[in-house]
């Protein structure tokens, strides 16, 4: 089990029980913090070296100087409201960890609703498809997709190199050889005649005067602005798919809490075929999907719903 390194050095000397340092922490979390008690411990770990589930056989343990103040620092960030993912540059999406910079996106579990939409939609076709994610971010939609679906063809765009560099250190790792990664905006980088079984996108969609508000601060705007109305990258992203999907094809696009009525009504202004919308842990409608028509086979087919939760 790894253990902290200790010199005899005046400024390393053995200063406050790792139990106490952690009830400390959730204490200053509190006001900031859903889950302080948790944070701390990503936190302290993080400053440690060694994983979460090393702490808790060595809560009576002491940290040195160096460590107790590296801590501290770390808690004063989480205090100011940065999140816990990018202080410690990484973040679990779909059971998988992701390295996580300034550069993008830090994934989110209601994210993992476009996984489920394009998921149930790859199985109905035997996992065989053309799938692309876009504005890809760090790649945590695409890789989970390439890790459930070994047959499935996938592209991955974003308009931002860093981020797109981002998502190829992730890919490597997690998904080495599975993904295409080309940079630009929107359909831009998939080119014109392309087709695709599957496209996802959360685009941004916080209205621009929400931007800087909370936690959302320490985010790229350029991952978050939508627009005064939060639909900008939306409307671009939902008018271009007709164009790209392959006849019963399907978007799955994650919007904000209260735009599920707007996206599914530009859906269908695009000729898009039954949309419907997902409701996230919270109950807000998060991801919608609509797929384009095969007008002969949706003369014999009913009710359709491509989004399903994981049981």
């Not at 080495?176 to 941004?204: C, M, T």
């Not at 000729?271 to 028509?293: I, M, N, T």
């Amino acid at each position: 089990m790894p253990r902290p390194p200790t010199t005899g050095a005046r400024n390393q000397r053995a200063t406050q029980p790792l139990g106490e340092a952690l009830r400390h922490a959730a204490r200053r979390l509190r006001d900031t913090s859903e889950s302080p008690k948790l944070d701390g411990e990503l936190l302290l770990a993080h400053a440690l070296g060694v994983q979460r589930t090393d702490l808790f056989a060595r809560s009576h343990e002491t940290l040195n100087q160096a460590h107790a103040k590296r801590f501290q620092e770390l808690i004063e960030q989480r205090a100011e409201g940065r999140p816990v993912a990018q202080i410690i540059g990484r973040k679990e999406f779909f059971s998988l960890e992701f390295e996580i910079t300034a550069d993008a996106l830090t994934p989110r579990p209601e994210s993992e609703l476009l996984v489920e939409a394009a998921s149930a939609h790859l199985e109905s076709m035997g996992g065989r498809a053309r799938c692309m994610e876009l504005g890809t971010g760090c790649g945590s939609a695409a890789i989970a997709l390439a890790r459930q679906w070994p047959n499935c063809d996938i592209t991955a765009t974003d308009i931002c190199s860093a981020a797109l560099e981002l998502a190829r250190r992730n890919a490597a790792r997690l998904a080495p050889d599975r993904i295409r990664l080309a940079q630009g905006s929107w359909y831009e980088a998939a080119g014109k005649k392309s087709r695709f079984d599957v496209i996802i996108a959360n685009p941004p969609y916080v209205e621009s005067r929400l931007c800087r508000l909370g936690p959302l601060r320490y985010e790229p705007r350029r991952a978050l602005d939508g627009g005064s109305d939060g639909l900008r990258h939306l409307r671009a992203v939902i008018a271009g798919a007709p164009r790209h999907l392959s006849p019963g094809g399907i978007l799955a696009v994650e919007h904000g809490a209260n735009q599920g009525k707007r996206v599914r009504e530009l859906m269908s202004e695009a000729g898009l075929a039954r949309p419907v919308s997902q409701r996230d842990l919270a109950g807000h409608e998060r991801v919608s999907a609509a797929r384009k028509a095969e007008p002969e086979k949706e003369r014999r087919t009913g009710p359709w719903n491509p989004i399903r939760r994981k049981s």
